[in-house]
């Protein structure tokens, strides 16, 4: 078969994973030629693409980012981008096409799944907010940045006697913050799921700190929201794509803990440091099941299908299923997480 594979969204650790598990499956098992679309569909839209093959994916498996490259661009948003990729389709006679994606990407093929054409999505991001698989890959390298940066900020916050504030990512779910803030042992967590009242912060962070404790962290999601009418916050930027920019929020609330307890407070936002970078073992081994389970997919013909992981299985679903609703950090795991808040 000739196969095209894409990667679009942010990028993530362990994408180059997924397509060297691709290009190795595809090429040495089944006899596939496999094209990689630069820039995600804005490859498709144009027409640029490289040949893949396995010489061409030697040493990418500990390597972040995507040799691939990887946009935001969406052929529902450029003039007459369906009917090019239509085109590049038929031009390079493809039987296939993979998507490796968040939930706008895969938004994307399965929409032009139901035009006739033929995609398989695999999903990723570190937000880890895709419904039905258990975890998406890069996720795990995320929360161990974040982890390893509040193990580092917990020793200069115990010298200084002071509240630390660490951003990190997580749009509109608390995956990374939860996580990361478990392992980090903070001090409190704030999530999209749960907006929080800054009263009810303080108030925390001076019963810890008057029972002879003084220092702090407090690990916020980007996506983190006040409970409405309790703390006012600057109204929401959007990107050229519509998604929400964020970032920032954590000053927001430090500046508040410092005027409202007197604790001296410093502010760390993560960012991008958590999707650079070598990916996990973990999420080495999950990209590579998810690369060799889509190409069997391509080969079953499972049109409009994700791979996931259930049960520590890789699964089929239905990409519509997918992307209904984003995963919401689950009830267990936030109980978890508020036995050790202060
Ligand atoms: O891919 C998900 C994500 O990393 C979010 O956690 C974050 O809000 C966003 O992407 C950042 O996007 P960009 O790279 O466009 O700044």
């Not at 050229?240 to 001296?264: C, F, M, P, Q, S």
């Not at 699964?315 to 202060?342: G, M």
Request: charged share 20%; net charge negative.
């Amino acid at each position: 078969m000739r196969i095209g594979i894409l990667t679009a969204g942010g990028d993530c650790p362990g994408l180059n994973a997924v397509i060297r598990a691709v290009v190795r499956k595809g090429v040495r098992f089944y006899g596939d030629e496999v094209l990689g679309f630069v820039d995600g569909y804005r490859g498709l839209i144009d027409n640029e693409f490289m040949d893949l093959d396995v010489e061409k994916l030697r040493g990418t498996l500990p390597r972040g980012g995507t040799i691939i490259g990887t946009s935001r661009i969406n052929p529902f948003m450029v003039d007459d981008g369906v009917d090019k990729v239509r085109e590049t389709l038929a031009k390079n006679q493809l039987d296939a096409v993979i998507t490796v994606g968040g939930e706008g990407s895969l938004s994307c093929a399965n929409e032009l799944v139901g035009l006739g054409m033929p995609f398989v999505g695999v999903p990723k991001t570190i937000d880890n907010d895709i419904s039905l698989t258990e975890t998406t890959f890069g996720f795990d390298t995320a929360v161990t940045i974040a982890t390893e940066a509040i193990d580092r900020l917990h020793t200069t916050a115990e010298s200084h006697d002071r509240v630390m504030v660490v951003e990190v990512m997580g749009r509109h779910v608390g995956h990374i913050a939860t996580w990361a803030g478990i392992a980090g042992g903070a001090t409190i967590t704030l999530v999209p799921e749960h907006p929080f009242d800054i009263d009810e912060v303080c108030a925390a962070l001076t019963q810890r700190h008057s029972s002879g404790r003084y220092a702090s962290i407090v690990v916020v999601a980007e996506g983190a929201k006040p409970r409405p009418g309790t703390l006012p916050t600057a109204p929401d930027e959007y990107d050229e794509y519509g998604h929400i920019r964020l970032g920032g929020i954590a000053n927001v609330v430090a500046g508040e803990i410092e005027k409202r307890t007197g604790y001296d407070t410093r502010v760390t936002i993560l960012g991008h440091v958590q999707r650079g970078g070598t990916p996990t073992a973990f999420d080495r081994v999950l990209s590579t099941r998810f690369g060799v389970a889509a190409i069997d997919a391509v080969h079953d013909q499972a049109w409009g299908h994700m791979v996931a992981l259930q049960s520590n299985h890789i699964v089929l679903v239905p990409l519509a299923d997918a992307i209904a609703k984003l995963k919401p950090i689950s009830a267990e795991l936030w109980d978890t997480a508020r036995h050790f808040f202060a």
